[in-house]
T-cell receptor, first 114, second 113 residues
Framework: AQTVTQSQPEMSVQEAETVTLSCTYD???????LFWYKQPPSRQMILVIR??????QNATENRFSVNFQKAAKSFSLKISDSQLGDTAMYFC???????????FGQGTTLQVKP | ETGVTQSPTHLIKTRGQQVTLRCSSQ?????VSWYQQALGQGPQFIFQ???????GRGNFPPRFSGLQFPNYSSELNVNALELDDSALYLC????????????FGQGTRLTVV
């Protein structure tokens, strides 16, 4: 079965500091995508960053970057210079190619403190 | 804003009733997926519609059904509501069925009492 595991239910970080959220996944697929989504209290799921499994280079979007370790099936998210607006629930998600479905982890609640 | 809109935003129903949730996909997107998100959990895939046909289904009973219309908007119907159906229901649209990037609506919060 394909699964996604986020082992940190809650994290906190001081404003302007750096935090890393962990994610591991299990699959026998070779072609897939990985995502981090942010879900603030407004409930809307917002795409933070995306990684194609065939790309060795780690994806970066402004303050957000990933550490993708394909062999270890690990996909962590690093948030640099944390801002109060980063407070939200973060979900790691796995998309096996052409299946049409995202498989989500349980989520990590991130609190950025002033 | 993603351009994906869901209605209603909140809904309260009684056990045994039926409910219909609606989703308008982003302009140009022909694929819609539905997810159920229980409180404090990650979303679970219900099913996907591509060009008005069901294109994959998760582990949900047949009382969860859907429709997609020619304008690619979609409905999720749930019959014989149970208390455990209480959840946030999320709709996501994508450019086509092979495109991994999904854009989510703000969800419908369903409470079954």
């Amino acid at each position: 079965a394909q699964t996604v595991t986020q082992s940190q239910p809650e994290m906190s970080v001081q404003e302007a500091e750096t935090v890393t959220l962990s994610c591991t996944y299990d699959t026998s697929e070779n072609n897939y995508y990985l995502f981090w989504y942010k879900q603030p209290p407004s409930r809307q799921m917002i795409l933070v960053i995306r990684q194609e499994a065939y790309k060795q280079q780690n994806a970066t979007e402004n303050r957000f970057s990933v550490n993708f370790q394909k062999a270890a099936k690990s996909f962590s998210l690093k948030i640099s210079d944390s801002q109060l607006g980063d407070t939200a629930m973060y979900f790691c998600a796995f998309y096996p190619s052409n299946t049409g479905k995202l498989i989500f982890g349980q989520g990590t609640t991130l609190q950025v403190k002033p | 804003e993603t351009g994906v809109t869901q209605s209603p935003t909140h809904l309260i129903k009684t056990r045994g009733q039926q409910v219909t949730l609606r989703c308008s996909s982003q302009s140009g997107h022909n694929t819609v997926s539905w997810y159920q998100q229980a409180l404090g959990q990650g979303p679970q895939f219900i099913f996907q519609y591509y060009r008005e046909e069901e294109n994959g289904r998760g582990n949900f009973p047949p009382r969860f059904s859907g429709l997609q219309f020619p304008n690619y908007s979609s409905e999720l119907n749930v019959n014989a509501l149970e208390l455990d159906d209480s959840a946030l229901y999320l709709c996501a649209s994508s450019l086509d069925r092979s495109n991994s990037e999904a854009f989510f609506g703000q969800g419908t919060r369903l409470t079954v009492v």
